[in-house]
């Protein structure tokens, strides 16, 4: 009896030790592959912000690139509900505005609205805009510009001065 409890017991401390090591190796594992997501993590994000840029690239070159910003003139209080963006009567971009977009703009934000492919040339762009003005009346604003895109980049700034002009900046 006392060889079968000496067995026993052997056995079971046995069994312990390789566990009670496990828990300590795993520990420092557990450890060591947080450290390893942690730096994985850092790594996609770099992937993905290069992947962005060379997408950009690839999908607006930029010999035929054309980008399209909106700002608001200093101190004009307009309250900007949505604006239409047309080139060469073809609608391209429509953006209705959020409380926090709207106090970005008052602040001297510029909005990127649009960026896009334009063979070099000629081109009519058409601006539309809803809101109220600063006194309360609705309000909508629509004006045209020409430009020429050249070779290379080209950018346009769309600048609403209040409820009755908007002024074009090319770049």
């Not at 000496?6 to 795993?26: D, G, R």
């Not at 999908?59 to 980008?67: A, M, R």
């Not at 970005?104 to 539309?128: D, I, P």
Request: proline share 2%; net charge positive; with cysteine.
């Amino acid at each position: 009896m006392n060889r079968v409890v000496l067995t026993f017991f052997t056995c079971l401390l046995l069994l312990e030790s390789p566990w009670a090591v496990s828990q300590k190796i795993s520990k420092e594992q557990i450890k060591g592959l947080d450290e390893q997501v942690q730096d994985i993590k850092k790594d996609v994000l770099a992937i993905s912000t290069e992947l962005n840029l060379l997408e950009e690239k690839l999908l607006f070159p930029s010999n035929t690139q054309v980008s399209l910003f909106v700002s608001l003139s200093n101190g004009k209080k307009v309250d900007l509900d949505s604006i239409e963006v047309k080139i060469d009567d073809k609608s391209i971009a429509h953006h209705i505005y959020t409380y926090k977009e709207l106090n970005a703009l008052r602040e001297g934000g510029v909005q990127r609205v649009y960026t896009g492919n334009l063979r070099t040339g000629k081109h009519s762009l058409k601006v539309g805009f809803k809101g109220k003005s600063s006194l309360g009346g609705d309000f909508t604003e629509v004006a045209s510009h020409n430009f020429s895109k050249g070779v290379g980049p080209g950018m346009v700034e769309i600048k609403l001065v209040g409820s009755s002009s908007i002024e074009f900046f090319n770049r």
